[in-house]
């Protein structure tokens, strides 16, 4: 019974963390964009719930490999932090490397062409965070 509420009590923390991760997270790619997520996201801009969505999920794939090779909540809650900057970074260069267009004025208008380019970069990179983190 023991092992049981320890193991319970460690998925409870582990559910508070990734949520603490995912608020700040999204918190902090809504500063990254030029135009307000949730409006967007309010308004049925698809290509804008693609993109948050994208990047919420690459938040979860770098916590669940970080997790996995974890010792501790801190070390895990730092190499999150790690893995959100990282996305952050991934995000400003590729929206540098693309002079042509603005990411976010795309996003904005709707581009699902470019949501879908960033949605397999996000991810793509996200795998490659998480097993470099681990």
Known sequence: MND??????????GLVIIFV??????????KLTRYDDAKEIEKG??????YMGSK????????GMVSF?????????????IGIVILCLVYIIFDFLTPRFK?????AQGNMAVAQLLRSII????IVIGTFLM
């Open 4 to 13: 049981f509420l320890e193991n319970a009590g460690n998925v409870g923390i």
């Open 21 to 30: 991760i995912l608020v700040v997270g999204a918190f902090v790619f809504s």
């Open 45 to 50: 801009n698809e290509a804008a719930g693609l």
């Open 56 to 63: 919420l999920l690459g938040l979860c794939i770098i916590v």
């Open 69 to 81: 090779s974890s010792d501790s909540w801190v070390s895990m809650l730092i190499w999150s932090g």
């Open 103 to 107: 990411v976010c004025d795309q996003i």
């Open 123 to 126: 991810i793509g990179v996200s």
